[in-house]
């Protein structure tokens, strides 16, 4: 497993081995010796699966607030998705900043999204399943949004955003400026 950093402060591509042949392939998706050995000491206390039945659907971006931080590590086990993530640490030497990732089925890599970071996807196939690991629970109460769309972040996706399909909610996330405006929080306390 090759843990790698990305350009933004704590975040990191995480690439497993795999192992093939003419039936298939064998790979380990998380080794917490591996991880801690990389320095990535996350106690992951919950697993999720998005399906997502269409290319063009759009999740996020989203994030909890304060206490209910979450790091997650992402995964996609079928089809392929653009994976965006945004630092919203106000302090943070990459605060403000994003990237993307193309994760597949065929390239196995996974994302760890640290606490304080936005995080949504565009998908470029049809079925699209999405794994992810959380070390905090859920709370709907914390939950927290910018729009995907917001042309001053200047998100390269890789499809038309007129015909993205999403949910209501996450059409109509806050800007990135209009959250920062609202909510003055301080490095690692998103």
């Not at 320095?39 to 919950?46: K, M, P, R, S, V």
């Not at 931080?69 to 900043?97: E, N």
Request: hydrophobic fraction near 40%; charge should be negative; glycine fraction near 8%.
């Amino acid at each position: 497993m090759k843990v790698t950093k990305t350009t933004l402060q704590d975040a990191f591509i995480v690439e497993p081995a795999v192992f093939g042949d003419h039936r298939g392939y064998f790979t380990e998706s998380y080794s917490e010796k591996v991880f801690q050995e990389a320095g990535l000491n996350y106690n992951f206390i919950q697993d999720n699966h998005s399906f997502s039945a269409q290319a063009g659907v759009v999740r996020g971006l989203h994030f909890q607030l304060g206490q209910a931080a979450q790091t997650k590590l992402v995964r996609v086990v079928t089809g392929v998705l653009y994976d965006v993530i945004i630092d919203m640490r106000k302090g943070s030497p990459t605060y403000g900043q994003h990237e993307g990732f193309i994760l597949s089925e065929a390239n196995h890599r996974q994302l760890l999204v640290p606490k304080g970071f936005a995080h949504g996807f565009c998908t470029l196939t049809n079925d699209v399943n999405f794994l992810y690991k959380c070390d905090n629970y859920y709370a709907p109460e914390a939950d927290g949004g910018i729009m995907f769309s917001d042309p001053a972040l200047k998100i390269d996706w890789p499809f038309d955003l007129a015909k993205a399909i999403t949910s209501e909610k996450d059409a109509h996330h806050p800007t990135f400026a209009e959250f920062e405006k609202n909510n003055p929080f301080v490095y690692g306390e998103i």
